[in-house]
């Protein structure tokens, strides 16, 4: 069994700044992609950025240049660090990750959310 724990989301003022974490555990041989997805109240959720193995990354243009993600493949953990919020980015994000488990399969999974809040 495999779990992503997501935390750091919070109420911040437009232009602050705002770390995300996310940790995989459980049985993990490996993960993969690991990625940040948002979703706003009526708006469908979309990938916001994503990083592999490797530390490759993409990021949805309207985040490029304020957003950064990284991760620590020694602790399956992968970090969202926000900065010039604005409202715009408000919204539940999702952590994600590619792992293949120690039984061999590998899938998407999904962490619980955290709430962003972006109000002055």
């Known amino acids: 069994q495999v779990q992503l724990v997501e935390s750091g989301g919070e109420l911040v003022q437009p232009g602050g700044s705002l770390r995300l974490s996310c940790v995989a555990s459980g049985s993990i041989f490996s993960v993969n992609v690991m990625g940040w997805y948002r979703q706003a109240p009526g708006k469908e959720r979309e990938l916001v950025a994503a990083i592999t193995s490797g530390g490759s990354t993409n990021y949805v243009n309207s985040v490029k240049g304020r957003f950064t993600i990284s991760r620590d493949n020694a602790k399956n953990t992968v970090y969202l660090q926000m900065n010039s919020l604005k409202h715009e980015d408000a919204a539940v994000y999702y952590c994600?990750?590619?792992?293949?488990?120690?039984?061999?399969?590998?899938?998407?999974?999904w962490g619980q959310g955290t709430q962003v809040t972006v109000s002055s």
């Open positions: 994600n990750a590619r792992i293949r488990v120690l039984a061999g399969y590998e899938r998407d999974y």
